[in-house]
């Protein structure tokens, strides 16, 4: 076995998927539950003080808080910090409902601000001519009205999109009309006539249709005038807040789960009913949990867990930290720059708190652009202030959302340089958080950057894998090679320098070593993937999860797929972590579920599956005979000759562990495999392009189609070759999740 990592890889923690994403989620770290508490489970730690410098994520707080835990956030996003205290104190679901009906019976004018709000909203159902609320319209950029609209029709059932009417259209312009007036007011509330700023504000409001616009200012210039209690209060304005995100531009359609993270408009997008989106609010909010203590620094929390938060900078909280709280862990998931939630972020605290709100925050507003040397630049200074603050050897958890090579670079080279010792990285996908794990520690003495620690550390890992890794993979592993060889930044160098050389590195190692192909169909070295070019004979990271899983569930019938994370993710930890797609790849060839449970099929116990094997090569050896072939069988393979000459290779297989079956694969081979792995054999070939490279040498064919071939009545040697080339493998079963 190769030993690529020197440092000593954590597993990668499994979590679950919320069951619902919560409020404002498209801007907010996707991240999986039940992670942070079982990483504290298993800390000792110095105390119970958490420090969380970035804010970022409000469900990652809570959870560490009710884990018992204190936590200390810094959270100068007046939204994220409002989010968080929602969260931890969230009014019960009758102050959501008593908030938003107080809201809707304001007077305007004759009617209740209600139904003038839903009127905004009015359109003629197509099918029964009633006059109903369309759930959304649908622009394209540009034009000044909307093209289509999305409803469904309480009084005779229609529903879906269709086209906008010319009295939608004309409903659009005449709102439209007043638009200057409430467009200034709008802009008041964030920032004053005379800021220099202004120019920003105004532009970001741009993202603002006249109509969501209009309903938005006309709640927002009314809350004032009710009296509430502060309860019912912060639930009006948690409901608000919604919306204010719902009435933007940045709703790209069709799109399932969009992630702005710039302020542009799409192509096409959706208006939403900001009244529905009120209504909506309710249930959103209401399931957030148990409540837990919340204060805001400098008052103090129980020792029994809670959250106390700190509305500003790490710079200026460092100093009284470091006297008064012994900090035993930091946590936290790493920001990246999002354009779009930041200023935005701006707006809305002007809209929901006034000018003041706004203040703290106004560089978000006047920003326009973030790259990762900006980042990177942000970041250090947080990790100085933070080890600064810290005793030495105080470990940190920090989740990377969302990884991409380019932000990768730019957090562990901003924490490298700051003094953190990297301890381990455990990455599963692009699409999954990656668990970092770092140490306080002196900072390192730096060493010029060599290509050839990159290279080392690139080529054993691909070896360790056994088969090609994404891009995202690779670079990882380069990165934590340079971190342990001290060579992530020169100290006279800034950030942006730094994260060029690092990429130039990068591609002239990858570009100018043989023993690497790249499979891509694109020139970029992030495209495609990578794999080296004479693969070892090891079996492949694929082949090692089928084996364990289905060793796990001989063992273990009945399991549920957390515990098969459990077992297999310490046995294959950091850049080895495997898929959930190749889990279930591997379990929906072998297992079946019940409820939770997985559990062999039958014919996939051991011992039906030995009776099955001896039943096909009983059947070979039948078909051999009608061909005029002589059989002999030796270790799995049974083979037919003609004159003592070899025509034909059998290998039979009761897995889908191709690479075994491959190694002694020549011209004569066939593969034999069951059905009920030809799936999976088909999703191994499509994230293997070095195995299905391979593979396309020899036949591939099932049981059954030599069971069929016992059935054909006039069987030649000519016939027999036709039908074992007609064999379809490629069977793939539709939802399979890829990576
Ligand atoms: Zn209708």
């Known amino acids: 076995m190769y030993t690529y990592p020197k440092m000593e890889y954590k597993p990668y923690i499994p979590g679950f998927k919320p069951v619902d994403s919560g409020p404002l989620s498209r801007f907010l770290p996707p991240l999986e539950e039940g992670v942070i508490s079982a990483w504290l489970s298993h800390q000792t730690l110095a105390g119970n003080w958490l420090l969380d410098p970035f804010g970022f994520s409000p469900r990652l707080v809570l959870e560490a808080a009710r884990s018992g835990y204190r936590v200390l956030v810094t959270a100068n996003n007046p939204v994220t910090r409002f989010l968080l205290e929602t969260f931890a104190n969230p009014p019960p679901e009758s102050e959501f409902i008593a908030a938003l009906a107080d809201l809707g019976a304001i007077k305007k004018g004759e009617e209740r601000l209600a139904g003038h709000l839903q009127s905004l909203y009015f359109t003629t159902c197509e099918k029964c001519n009633q006059q109903i609320q369309a759930h959304s319209f649908l622009w394209r950029k540009g034009e000044d009205t909307p093209y289509a609209r999305i409803y469904e029709c309480p009084h005779c059932g229609d529903s879906g999109e269709r086209a906008a009417t010319e009295e939608d259209k004309e409903h659009a312009k005449r709102i439209a009309s007043t638009d200057a007036l409430h467009r200034s007011r709008a802009f008041e509330r964030v920032i004053s006539l005379k800021d220099e700023d202004r120019i920003y504000a105004e532009e970001a409001i741009q993202h603002y249709l006249p109509r969501p616009l209009y309903a938005l200012t006309t709640v927002i210039n009314r809350i004032d005038s009710l009296t509430l209690s502060p309860e019912r209060k912060r639930a009006l304005m948690a409901l608000i807040l919604l919306a204010c995100d719902a009435g933007n531009t940045l709703w790209a359609h069709p799109s399932e789960r969009p992630r702005p993270k710039q302020l542009s408009t799409p192509n096409q997008f959706r208006e939403h009913n900001v009244w ?125 959302p969302e990884p991409e090579p380019a932000f990768l670079t730019s957090a562990l080279t901003a924490a490298y340089a700051a003094g953190f010792k ?276 020899y036949k591939l064919v099932k049981y059954r189609l030599l069971r069929s071939l016992l059935e054909v009545p006039i069987l030649t040697r000519e016939t027999f070759e036709e039908q074992i080339a007609s064999d379809p493998v490629e069977e793939s079963k539709g939802q399979m999740m890829m990576f």
């Not at 652009?369 to 050897?393: K, M, P, Q, V």
């Not at 046995?571 to 997985?598: C, Q």
């Open 276 to 400: 529905m989106m009120l209504e909506r609010g309710v249930s959103l909010f209401a399931a957030s949990g148990s409540p837990v203590p919340f204060e805001a620094w400098p008052k103090r929390i129980p020792e029994s867990g809670g959250i106390c938060i700190y509305e500003g900078r790490l710079k200026e909280l460092a100093h009284e930290v470091k006297k008064e709280i012994p900090i035993a862990a930091v946590i936290g998931s790493v920001p990246r720059p999002n354009q779009a939630f930041w200023t935005l972020s701006a707006l809305w605290a002007g809209w929901l708190w006034g000018k003041d709100a706004v203040e703290p925050y106004k560089v978000a507003l006047r920003r326009r652009r973030y790259d990762w040397a900006w980042s990177a630049t942000a970041l250090h200074a947080i990790f100085e202030h933070l080890n600064g603050l810290l005793a030495d050897g105080v470990p940190m958890f920090g989740l990377i």
């Open 422 to 697: 990297l301890e381990s990285i455990a990455l599963r996908t692009e699409h999954d958080a990656m668990q970092v794990i770092w140490k306080t520690a002196q900072k390192p003495k730096s060493e010029i950057a060599d290509k050839s620690v990159l290279q080392k550390a690139v080529f054993d890992y691909l070896c360790a894998r056994g088969e090609p890794a994404s891009y995202l993979h690779i670079h990882t592993a380069g990165l934590i090679a340079l971190a342990e060889a001290n060579m992530l930044k020169q100290p006279e160098l800034e950030f942006d320098e730094t994260l060029r050389k690092a990429q130039a590195l990068f591609s002239s190692a990858l570009k100018d070593d043989e023993r690497f192909t790249h499979y891509s169909t694109g020139e970029n070295i992030d495209t495609g993937m990578w794999g080296v070019t004479s693969p070892p004979q090891d079996e492949s990271l694929s082949d090692l999860i089928e084996i364990a899983v289905v060793t796990y569930l001989q063992k273990n019938p009945n399991a549920i797929f957390l515990e098969m994370e459990d077992d297999l993710y310490p046995r294959f930890p950091g850049l080895l972590t495997p898929s959930k797609g190749l889990i279930y790849a591997v379990l929906n060839s072998y297992a079946e579920k019940n409820g939770a449970n997985w559990k062999l099929r039958d014919e996939d116990v051991a011992s039906a599956r030995r009776e099955e094997m001896k039943a096909v090569f009983a059947l070979l050896e039948k078909i051999g005979k009608r061909l005029n072939y002589e059989s002999s069988i030796n270790d799995k393979v049974l083979t037919w000759k003609d004159n003592g000459q070899t025509v034909k290779k059998f290998n039979v297989l009761a897995s889908a562990l191709l690479n075994r079956a491959l190694e002694h694969a020549d011209g004569h081979t066939v593969i034999v495999i069951p059905g009920g792995r030809a799936a999976l054999a088909a999703y191994k070939q499509e994230r293997d392009p070095s195995l299905r490279a391979r593979l396309k040498k």
